[in-house]
């Protein structure tokens, strides 16, 4: 190739996206290694643990357990065990007590991680200030891994949907999206479904350009892969099962033409997700494991965070209360929708967008189909837990984000077209301020002071690792954050029971309680939740006013980093009084 071609390359051809290609990897990788550095504070969310914790089970060789065990999920083993196994409840090991609430893909992926010598979960406690653990550092680079992939993925997309200025726009606006970033760095499989998820809608558009082509070869091809993503999405959470409903509907609809293979593709994802019904079924005797709880719960019983859907106990059919709790997601999903969007202006275009008529007709089913899987993932999540943080694995709407931006950034286009504008500069100029205020949140957020090294309080990673030499393996402890004492110390670790009767017949009927540690999350409770409300029973530990007649764990050590925060309960003296 002569000179002169290459460097026309460089300027306008092939060359040129490659090299703006490299730079978005690059700025990627920037301002990853940025959030880690200003923002990362240890994993603070229960899925980010609990799912670090099945994924050390796995690595480990003890396959798809828990180490977290739910007061619910432990009643309804033994009740299965009891009344359809004719087994003993007392045969309910706790030391190998499977999961039967979360997915199991991304433990799975993480798992992979976990297994190389880099990781090391033994980690001195004293390091982990200065350095972070590594097992979740390790969790993070591969959620970046996750993001960085999904966001090619978006860029193909928009491109094959619009034209490479869209493409460019949105994956910019993608890789500059704070909410994206969070999510990123709190390692939960929210990226992983986003990825699974736009990579089943370029599929399908693939798919519905072929057909319209009268290309059938690539429909025989693309519309099953699209199942098979679908199928990993559901696989890496449960909730989105409820997508299959405008999964059907699209296929049979988009390709009313090709019936047989659209039936095949339905076929292949009710395939797909069998074994996962079986699985959940074969371990808990109900094909939808520890969830069926969740989805006939009340409002009252659900509560106001997320751990409180680990005391419910099914007690049959209400409907009046999915109805209501279903309203309220719905209502809470109005109300906060631009909040649950990650606050991003593409977005609300995307709303916008529905008064253009896009002249292809695939560019109109797929915006459809977008639609009706924001409905049913609302749907979904407000059977489950109908008011959602943001920054949440039950956030119904972020999973859509790149679809919906997609959509966004192409109607800001139309109205930039629309306002006749022909000055390059003028355009570059608009174009560079819609992306700023997209970009706001994540300027913001990288601004100092920056967050702290632990996310204390409640959790503090190096005295929760210290713990270990306390708690023996094989013992079971018992906690107010037990899915953090599972995932640091490596323990079976209880769930506190709501009151000392659930206690007494774990301890006596099932399996001892060895120890109890009580942190700032029971001190931060209310006097009246204490005195006469959910701890009642727990009173007079929280109090510290003694010990409860007949409790087994009479020997109580205040640990640090403060001596008032952290109180440790055992059976026998396990460290010195402080």
Known sequence: MAVHDFI????????RRLILLFSIIAISAFVGVLYIFLEFSGFHRISSMDNAQLARSLAEGRGFTTNYIRP????????????????????????????????????????IIYRTPAVNFEQDPREILDQGYRPEIA????????????????????????????????????????????????????????????????????????????????????????????????????????????????VLVAFRFRLLPALVTVGLV??????????????????????????????????????????????????????????????????????????????????????????????????LFVAGMLFFSILGTSLIFPSPETLSELNPIIPFWPLMAAYGVAMFFILLDRTGIN??????????IFLLLCA???????????????????????????????????????SDMAWATAWYTNRTSLLMPK?????????????????LLLTPITWEESLIDIDKGKLENWAVLIKREGIPEGFPLTFPTALPPNDDEYLFFSDERRWESQ
Request: proline letters at 6%; charged letters at 15%.
């Open 440 to 478: 706001t949140p994540m300027i913001l957020q990288l601004l100092p002071p920056g967050s702290p090294r632990v996310m204390y309080p409640p959790y503090h990673p190096p005295m929760l690792r210290f713990m270990t030499k306390g708690v023996n393996p094989g013992e079971m402890m018992m």
């Open 270 to 367: 009710v395939a797909l997700m069998a074994p996962m019904y079986l699985y959940l079924y074969q371990k808990s005797g109900n094909p939808l494991g520890g969830n069926l709880q969740l989805l006939i719960a009340s409002e009252a019983e659900l509560g106001a965070t997320e751990v409180e859907k680990n005391y419910i106990e099914a007690s049959g059919g209400r409907i009046k209360s999915i109805l209501r709790k279903t309203i309220e997601g719905f209502s809470n999903a109005f109300e906060h929708f631009f909040s649950l969007s990650g606050s991003s202006l593409a977005v609300v275009l995307f709303l916008v967008s529905f008064l253009h008529p896009f002249k292809r007709r695939r560019v109109l089913l797929l915006r």
């Open 139 to 250: 969790a993070i680079v591969f959620n970046q891994l996750v993001f960085t992939a999904s966001a090619f993925v978006l860029l193909v997309l928009a491109v094959r949907m619009f034209d490479w200025r869209v493409g460019w726009l949105t994956m910019t606006v993608y890789l500059t999206c704070n909410a994206m970033w969070l999510f990123t760095l709190s390692a939960m499989p929210t990226n992983l479904v986003i990825l699974f998820i736009a990579s089943m809608t370029l599929c399908l558009h693939e798919a519905i350009w072929a057909d319209e082509s009268d290309n059938t070869w690539p429909v025989w091809i693309l519309l099953p892969m699209s199942a098979v993503f679908f199928g990993l999405t559901v696989y890496t959470q449960y909730i989105f099962v409820w997508l299959l409903i405008p999964y059907i509907l699209f």
């Open 423 to 432: 000055l390059a500069l003028l355009r570059g100029v608009i174009i560079a």
């Open 72 to 111: 619910n999920n432990l009643a309804q083993l033994r009740a299965y065990y009891e009344t359809k196994l004719g087994r003993p409840a007392a045969e309910v090991a706790v030391e190998r007590f499977p999961e039967i609430n979360r997915a199991p893909l991304y433990p799975v992926l993480l798992s």
């Open 8 to 15: 026309h390359s460089l300027e306008l051809g092939r060359g």
């Open 499 to 515: 009151n000392l009767e659930q206690f007494y017949a774990i301890h006596g009927d099932h399996h001892p309680v060895k120890a």
